[in-house]
Every structure is written in structure tokens, then in C-alpha cells.
């Protein structure tokens, strides 16, 4: 497709459970980005890719999160055990990368804990 | 650490009027700038941005920004608002040698007819 795509759009999941959450980038955009969104709130750094390697991890929260990408297209993000503070829109970005970072954002996941 | 404030969390305006939103970031190096407008329902889109060059940036839909680097600041402006700007702003701030983009907690712009 011509944008990022993020799945699902919606998750609902119980306290405590193990959730994914898939970014498909813009093709042949080499740097890919995730944040967090909470409400009323401007979009949180979580971590970004360069390739297949996390450049920047730093924004991770604890070690409950986990994201990869493998194969330096489509990216998950991991969370375990989950808790309700981490209800949440989940944005993924994805920019050509070099020096002049231009992210193009999907839709967002919205994740709630109940 | 970086960060990037925007004072103006909630601006009401009515349509014509004139739009100011500021931004400043605390980073002393070399940055690259960004607006990114959220218009309701929908993902971030960029407004503009400023790489280098002419700090005065013309971005889609009448908006401009300034960047002066003596004051760290970014402002957005347009001269004169519609009520389809009625959306969220945010400003971002990436430092030049690394893919890191810092977003602002967005300022939420109401126009009303």
C-alpha cells in the first residue's frame, strides 16, 4: 500500500495478557518508528529502527515491551504482561531515513487493558 | 535531554482570525524541525518542515513557520484561520545526527464559523 499500515486497529485485552501489535512500513523506508500516545498527550518516543537493527531503544519503558523487525520491513511491537497504564494509541512511523528524517505516520493502534 | 515545549495547549479562535503557536526546543545543536497537524480521526500528517536554508518555511494550507535559532523557537503561524483547521498541532524537533524525532504535547486549535 502507499502508507503505513499498523494492525489491528483495536485490541482489547485483559491485565496480565501478552499483546502484539504489527507495523507495516512505507515500502523501501529504511528508518521505522514506534510511539505511544496517550490521551491529551503528544506522541511518546518508544524506539526506532535503522534496517534490522533497533538504533534507539531508550523510550522503551520497561522490560516489558520488545519490538523487532527482522527483516527490516515489518516491525512488532511486544507487550507483556500487560497493565492498564499501557492502554494507549500505538503509533508507527516510517521516514527514508538519512539526515533529513521526514516520519510518515499510520493510523494507530488503539490498545486498552482492561 | 532533548525536549520540545509548546505553551499554548488550547487556542480558541474564530475564522479569519490570526494564528500564532509556539514552540521551543531545548537541543543546542544542529536540528531539523517539524509540524505535524492531527486533523480529528485521523493519523498525524506533516505540516511543514525546515531542514536548513531561508528560516522562514511555507507549509501546506496558508501555514508558516519561522525558525529562529538564537531563541529556540519554532512558531507556526497563519494569517488568517478556517474552520477546517480545527485540529491538533504538534512540534517536533530531530537532532541531525540521529533518526530521533521529539514531539511537543500538541496544542489543540478550535476554529469556530
Known amino acids: 500500500g502507499a502508507g503505513v499500515s499498523q494492525t489491528p486497529s483495536n485490541k482489547v485485552t485483559e491485565k496480565g495478557k501478552y499483546v502484539e501489535l504489527r507495523c507495516d512500513p512505507i515500502?523501501?523506508?529504511?528508518?521505522l518508528y514506534w510511539y505511544r500516545q496517550s490521551l491529551g498527550q503528544g506522541p511518546e518516543f518508544l524506539i526506532y529502527f535503522q534496517g534490522t537493527g533497533a538504533a534507539d531503544d531508550s523510550g522503551l519503558p520497561n522490560d516489558r515491551f520488545f519490538a523487532v523487525r527482522p527483516e527490516g520491513s515489518v516491525s512488532t511491537l511486544k507487550i507483556q504482561r500487560t497493565e492498564r497504564g499501557d492502554s494507549a494509541v500505538y503509533l508507527c512511523?516510517?521516514?527514508?531515513?538519512?539526515?533529513?528524517?521526514?516520519?510518515?505516520f499510520g493510523q494507530g493502534t488503539r490498545l486498552t487493558v482492561v | 535531554a532533548q525536549s520540545v515545549s509548546q505553551h499554548n495547549h488550547h487556542v480558541i479562535l474564530s475564522e479569519a482570525a490570526s494564528l500564532e503557536l509556539g514552540c521551543n526546543y531545548s537541543y543546542g545543536g544542529t536540528v531539523n524541525l517539524f509540524w505535524y497537524v492531527q486533523y480529528p480521526g485521523q493519523h498525524l500528517q506533516l505540516l511543514l518542515k525546515?531542514?536548513?536554508?531561508?528560516?522562514l518555511v511555507k507549509g501546506i494550507k496558508g501555514f508558516e513557520a519561522e525558525f529562529i535559532k538564537s531563541k529556540f523557537s519554532f512558531n507556526l503561524r497563519k494569517p488568517s484561520v478556517q474552520w477546517s483547521d480545527t485540529a491538533e498541532y504538534f512540534c517536533a524537533v530531530n537532532e541531525v545526527n540521529t533518526d530521533k524525532l521529539i514531539f511537543g504535547t500538541g496544542t489543540r486549535l478550535q476554529v469556530f464559523p
Open positions: 512511523a516510517s521516514s527514508p531515513g538519512g539526515r533529513a528524517v521526514e516520519a510518515f
Open positions: 525546515y531542514f536548513s536554508g531561508d528560516p
Open positions: 515500502s523501501g523506508h529504511t528508518a
